[in-house]
């Protein structure tokens, strides 16, 4: 017999109590996970509460490179991903052999990782970064430095531009945001003209170029809630429109298509976690991450840095 709804979120707060967890889940969940988690952030909120909170399980709802990291954070906790199936292109876009050798070719280079890569990348290097903070954490090193970013080249170029840097990017996307095509904001601006154009900078240069705002999940969510428009055209993942929405009801938001057919841009890596599995992680205890206690150490060093920096 299927369970209700209802039943399932009653089940998974009961069993959160009993075992101590709590759900960390992305801006890019379903909307019943984000209604149902403790937190809800982007990639630098989630590392920060997944270390600072007192609970002995996380459910992480969201990709696997993000449940690595909670682990990194919190080797003694147990951290569970409801479905391992949930990967990322730009984790699979840079493989750890092949990077290795491409920093074996510039071995004067720092490499600055941007967190939407694997342990094993994260290992590889001298500082970790997200979209929230990947200036500031360019802007740290002195300007002469030479620098390797991974593995987002349209982050990396951004962040290039703006800085006046010229660091070697790593030549990788995450297809949910690098297949938004200007053509396709073009004409929601030709019919929303009043509406800003707000834009993750994991997107292209020429959709870069139009937006009047750049910024993180939660620099996007933020600038909607304070902003005096009354509409958004949305440059990113579905998923962060229903905590816009939460925050601004009286608001409009029009996710840029990555489908002529749907007025979306889904992450099917995002989607795959539902409330059935989340009651079945707590129930079962899985799906664990599991790392080893070498690639753990190596990988929370570059983390470490980026929070001391970040603050």
Not at 151 to 169: E, Q, S
Request: with cysteine.
């Amino acid at each position: 017999m299927l369970k209700s709804k209802k039943n399932i979120v009653n089940e998974i707060s009961k069993l959160k109590k009993e075992k101590n967890a709590i759900i960390l889940a992305h801006f890019y969940q379903v909307p019943g996970i984000q209604d149902i988690a403790d937190f809800i952030g982007d990639s630098l909120a989630l590392s920060k509460i997944s270390e600072q909170n007192n609970a002995e399980i996380i459910v992480f709802c969201g990709v696997l490179f993000m449940a690595e990291t909670a682990k990194i954070l919190s080797p003694q906790k147990k951290v569970l991903l409801p479905d391992l199936e949930a990967g990322c292109t730009l984790v699979d876009s840079c493989p750890p052999d092949e990077f290795s050798k491409f920093k074996e070719k510039h071995p004067d280079h720092i490499v600055i990782s941007y967190i939407n890569c694997s342990a094993e990348i994260k290992a590889l290097s001298d500082i970790i970064c997200t979209s929230s903070n990947a200036i500031d954490i360019v802007n740290s090193f002195d300007e002469n430095e030479k620098i390797i970013f991974a593995p987002d080249k349209n982050l990396g170029a951004y962040i290039n531009n703006i800085t006046g840097r010229n660091m070697v990017l790593w030549e990788g996307t995450c297809e949910i945001h690098d297949l938004l095509t200007i053509e396709r904001v073009l004409n929601l601006k030709d019919k929303y003209p009043d509406a800003p154009v707000i834009v993750h900078p994991e997107c292209k240069a020429q959709i870069l170029a139009v937006a009047d705002f750049i910024g993180s999940t939660s620099k996007l969510l933020n600038y909607t809630k304070h902003s005096k428009s009354e509409r958004f055209i949305v440059a990113t993942e579905t998923g962060i429109k229903h905590q816009m929405k939460k925050h601004s009801p009286e608001k409009e938001f029009f996710i840029v298509p990555s489908d002529e057919n749907c007025m979306c841009n889904d992450c099917h890596y995002m989607k795959k976690i539902t409330l059935e599995k989340v009651l079945q992680s707590l129930e079962e205890e899985k799906y664990e991450i599991k790392l080893n206690n070498k690639l753990m150490n190596d990988a929370l060093k570059p983390v470490k840095k980026m929070m001391e920096l970040s603050g």
